[in-house]
């Protein structure tokens, strides 16, 4: 099933020559890598990060300035693509050993402040980034074509999608689930939670890092808005409205708040009313939160599955509560 | 000397107003341990509202009056809306108020407009007094006596009224305080009110020091609330003041002496202290 | 006597755990029930569902005819309720004044007088009247929690292992300052220590993996050897 759309996917641009269509497409397989790379933290480990943009800025950054710097050739690209990677690593595995221990407001207000610094970073260090005003650079001649950068960053999203699959299905990610579930329990029973949390991270941050290289790519400019908090909002309005904790969710999610952004900001020409859109994103997402925790596919998914199997549980088990 | 001076009166008018804002934050966290990442939202709808009404009456008074009941209305509505559907599970709340966060904002721009709007001193706390060599900025020092009254008025309430009691207590343990009798989500409601309230006020306050207002203010604002909040340990008010005077001055000592660090000198405080006293620099005991 | 309060059947979760099974049992209005069992038999967990902190999924509770299973705990500490935790629940940065003010419903006569009457109870809380509740001796802090309860005005008393971790000479003055309150309130304790519990139980429910196993006189219990070694792990 999903095999098909993929190769429906694959041969769409050559059978449409609509470019609007491959722009927005690309830019959808995008932000599917990176909000699935936020689901590995928020759905299945249970971190709520306000800093995943600074992961992202972090592979815009380094793809651009080596593009800019060294010359715009695919061996110079896929090497960026690996630095930002490997910077990302080490990023998310120095900030995640010092900060998974706090409890989760902390972790979301330490995370705000350390992208914020990151951002305030590039801002002044105007030699390299230019700051807001960014700038242009030019893309390896092979990506010239509009056509081979989608095949491209498809063939990187279904890899992406692959390995993640793999990766939370593996024993290591079933222990994740389990940390989410239950830290305190999972601790119990020998597995260190931060051991795992701090693996989640890296991988979390690696793939944002990715994310962000072939963003810059797509738009041949980057500025310091990749590494500002509407990238991590985007992040987490797909994957909540998706669905947390699949990854499919995240990648339906960025799919329709890309689709909508793009026909509602085309409405906004007519009606003004429409530039706020986000308003519109903002009370699904909130209503998603309170009534549909589990998003579009997370939901459709229960449904069915409560479908085909009776579960034979106690009706009002009360929910643990705070108060 | 004259510099040290006018330096210290900015940052102690800007940590005012910081701790307008955190003082809300950190007794609802304190309270019902929910972090607010909507209270900057309320900020920049109360210097909206506030600046809107000052203009159409053309008192700065009633402007600020307006604001304070835009606060205490949109606390009411966020508490009932936002906050009580997803009690005691902290991942949602942090994920649904910083959704409402983002309507606030965009709705804030529905209605006044997405561009900025200039906000004026009132002519009686315009100008500035001169003192030896010192030009003292009047509305500075208003917001300080402003700050320090509200500190006034609420240390008092806490300390010595019944309501102010029961909040305390229910800082340091919830259970109990219903235990005895008391309904403390009607508590809760309040305190979320009066937060509300103060951080429209701080956002009434900062429109005319600072000249123009704009949605984004708010979200900008709220992380030095929130950094004021880790340092100064949540649940604690006296704490919050301490903290946010703090980061009001080093904010301007920085921002005139080594400007580049300026907006990294709070983040990094915050980080420090949230690695080494995660419970803050002073803490409600239970 | 008239039953006060009457549990019937309760089942409670805590989390996904089910730690009630069906509990039952009785105060009769003046006495002192005692729950006694095992650790982790869910004597601490029914109290806490009496007071609504972990509502029940199944049975009911009432008090004083009413049903009170759903009711929020505050509303059930109105009707009457006073609760003793384990852990005492006190107020460390509020005073002992504080404290026993948080819990008065009104400042009217009736209550100071109430206040008069437990502070002669435990002269030293009024040794300690500006201390911080943090800064008192474990004994201490039993005292201000049963005081803070008592002058809440409450017929019934809800007081979870008060001799806990305290020393001999202080469970002697927790247990004179039980008989005394006996006069006025009725009693359901939560207790360990046998000895304790048979000097001032009038009668005894036995509760064991979430269940109620046996209840009746504290008299008969005492005489019963094997019930004891059985639930209690004693004689």
């Not at chain 2, 902290?90 to 906000?119: D, R, Y």
């Not at chain 2, 003041?241 to 990294?264: D, N, T």
């Not at chain 3, 509990?23 to 869910?42: P, Y």
């Not at chain 3, 819990?103 to 435990?122: G, H, I, P, S, W």
Request: glycine residues 10%.
């Amino acid at each position: 099933m999903l095999g098909i759309i993929a190769i429906a996917l694959a041969i769409f641009p050559f059978v449409s020559d609509s470019r609007t269509w491959t722009i927005l497409l690309t830019q959808i397989f995008i932000f599917s890598i990176l909000a699935m790379s936020y689901d590995i933290l928020l759905g299945y480990t249970g971190i709520v990060s306000f800093g995943h943009a600074m992961f992202f800025g972090m592979g815009a950054y380094t793809t651009a300035v080596m593009l800019k710097r060294i010359d715009p050739t695919m061996g110079t690209f896929i090497l960026s693509i690996g630095v930002g990677m490997l910077l990302a690593a080490l990023i998310s595995f120095f900030i995640g050993l010092l900060t998974l221990r706090l409890k989760s407001h902390f972790f979301a207000m330490l995370t705000l402040a350390v992208s914020g610094l990151f951002l305030v970073l590039a801002e002044k260090w105007r030699t390299v980034t230019q700051g807001n005003d960014g700038f242009t650079f030019k893309a390896p001649e092979f990506f010239k074509d509009r056509i081979m950068f989608y095949i491209v960053v498809l063939a990187i999203l279904v890899l992406v999608y692959i390995f993640l699959r793999r990766f939370v299905n593996s024993p290591f990610g079933r222990v994740l689930v389990a940390v989410r579930e239950n830290e305190q329990r999972t601790r119990s029973l020998g597995f260190n939670p931060l051991h795992y949390k701090v693996i989640a991270s890296v991988v979390a941050g690696v793939i944002a890092s990715l994310a962000g290289s072939l963003y810059a790519v797509s738009l041949r400019f980057v500025n310091t808005s990749v590494l500002t908090m509407d990238i991590t909002l985007d992040a987490l309005l797909m994957t909540i409205i998706g669905g947390v904790g699949t990854l499919i969710g995240p990648i339906v999610g960025a799919a329709i708040i890309e689709l909508t952004q793009h026909y509602l900001s085309g409405l906004a020409k007519d009606y003004p009313i429409f530039e706020r859109w986000i308003i519109f994103f903002g009370i699904v997402y909130i209503l998603a939160v309170i009534f549909f925790p589990k998003g579009i596919v997370g939901t459709i998914r229960e449904k069915l599955w409560k479908r085909s199997t009776k579960k034979d549980a106690p009706k009002s088990v009360p929910k643990k509560e705070d108060l | 000397m004259e510099l040290l001076i006018n330096l210290t009166i900015n940052g102690l008018a800007t940590g005012m107003l910081i701790f307008l804002l955190a003082s809300g934050l950190t007794l609802i966290f304190g309270l019902m341990s929910v972090l607010n990442f909507a209270h900057g939202g309320l900020f920049a709808w109360g210097a909206y509202s506030g600046i809107w009404f000052y203009t159409l009456t053309g008192s700065f008074f009633l402007g600020i009056l307006f604001a304070l009941i835009t606060g205490l209305v949109l606390g009411f509505i966020t508490e009932k809306l936002i906050i009580t559907p997803v009690y005691g599970n902290h991942v949602q709340q942090i994920l649904i108020t910083l959704g409402f966060m983002l309507v606030l904002t965009e709705l804030l721009k529905v209605v006044w407009g997405p561009n900025q709007m200039a906000a004026k001193v009132p002519s009686y706390l315009a100008g500035s007094w001169e003192i030896g060599d010192v030009l003292i900025i009047k509305y500075r020092l208003f917001i300080i006596f402003v700050g320090f009254l509200i500190f006034g008025i609420f240390q008092y309430m806490l300390q010595k009224t019944k309501i102010g009691l029961v909040v305390r207590a229910g800082v340091m343990n919830k259970e109990m305080v219903q235990a005895l009798g008391i309904n403390i989500k009607r508590v809760f409601l309040y305190v979320f009110m009066a937060g509300s309230a103060l951080a429209a006020l701080s956002g009434v306050l900062m429109a005319p020091y600072s000249g123009v207002i704009y949605a984004e203010m708010g979200f900008e604002f709220a992380i030095l609330a929130f950094i004021v909040v880790v340092i100064g340990g949540m649940g604690s008010f006296p704490g919050s003041l301490l903290a946010a005077i703090l980061v009001g001055l080093a904010g301007s000592y920085m921002a005139y002496y080594v400007p580049a660090l300026s907006l990294a000198v709070n983040m990094m405080l915050m980080a420090i202290v949230l690695i080494f006293r995660p419970q803050g620099l002073f803490t409600a005991k239970g | 006597m008239t039953t006060l309060l009457k549990v019937d059947g309760i089942h409670t979760y805590i989390g996904q755990y089910h730690i009630l099974q069906g509990i039952v049992f009785e105060a009769r209005e003046g006495e002192v029930s005692v729950l006694l069992g095992r650790n982790g038999a869910g004597k601490t967990t029914t109290l806490k569902t009496i007071m609504g902190l972990t509502p029940a999924s199944k049975g009911s509770v009432t008090f004083h005819g009413r049903d009170i299973t759903k009711r929020p705990t505050y509303e059930t500490a109105n009707k009457g309720i006073g609760y003793v935790p384990e852990d005492q629940g006190i107020f460390g940065d509020l005073t002992v004044e504080e404290n026993m003010k948080v819990a008065m419903r009104k400042e009217d006569e009736a209550t100071l007088a109430r206040q008069e009457y437990v502070l002669e109870l435990f002269p030293d809380l009024k040794t300690y009247w500006k201390k911080d509740g943090g800064h008192l001796s474990g004994g201490q802090k039993q005292m201000l929690a049963m005081a803070r309860a008592f002058v809440h005005d409450s017929k019934l008393l809800l007081i979870d292992e008060p001799s806990k971790g305290l020393a001999p000479i202080v469970i002697e003055k927790v247990m004179e300052a039980i008989n005394e309150m006996k006069k006025t309130t009725t009693i359901v304790l939560v207790e360990q220590n046998f000895i304790m519990a048979s000097r001032i139980g009038d009668r005894y429910t036995l509760i064991d993996d979430g269940r109620t196993v046996q209840a009746g006189d504290m008299q008969e219990l005492i005489h019963d050897e094997e019930l004891k070694r059985k639930y209690l792990g004693i004689g």
